[in-house]
């Protein structure tokens, strides 16, 4: 759980740090090329959710979905059937993600976007990405892992209950 804790705070630092230096050296709809025909560094505002969906009269609705799902994520960690790394590791990159937005949305009332990708079109930024991968490692885990964990912890149970 401290390893946990301290992986997501460097991906929030990390998350925060690079939207810093972007604001700090681009000027807003300013883009340069950082590997050619793969990534480009392009300055944008999302005032919306996940690929602009709503606007600025959500922000607040945003802000609450935010921290309630990374409670009941963070929740979650603490019950036997999701003690796994696949869980920690996809929950730490969720909440890391989740909480490097909410702070650009409650400061700016808009995320800082940037990393644009040649093969992917919409804008995103780190904590976006830390999002992504989170969710595809809670779905890994929930198809892969979560039902035999549970069944296997129920099957060993019962059998050292029978011997």
């Known amino acids: 759980m401290i390893i946990s804790l301290i992986i997501a705070i460097l991906l929030i630092i990390i998350d925060q740090v690079s939207k810093y230096l972007i604001v700090s050296n681009m000027a807003l709809g300013e883009s340069k090329t950082i590997i050619p025909g793969l990534l480009d560094f392009?300055?944008?505002?999302?005032?919306?959710?996940?690929?602009?969906?709503g606007s600025e009269s959500f922000r607040w609705v945003f802000v609450v979905v935010t921290l309630l799902v990374c409670a009941v994520l963070i929740y979650l960690m603490f019950r036997s059937e999701f003690r796994t790394k696949t869980y920690y590791s996809a929950v730490v990159l969720i909440v890391s993600g989740g909480i490097g937005n909410l702070i650009d949305r409650v400061l700016n009332g808009y995320v800082v976007d940037f990393l644009a990708l040649s093969f992917f079109s919409p804008i995103c930024n780190f904590a976006d990405y830390c999002i992504t991968a989170g969710t595809i490692l809670l779905v890994i885990f929930i198809?892969?892992?979560?039902?035999?964990?549970?069944?296997?912890?129920?099957?060993?149970?019962?059998?050292?209950?029978?011997?």
């Open 42 to 53: 392009t300055y944008t505002h999302n005032d919306g959710m996940a690929l602009g969906i």
């Open 143 to 163: 198809i892969f892992f979560y039902g035999k964990t549970s069944k296997e912890e129920s099957d060993n149970n019962k059998s050292e209950s029978v011997g």
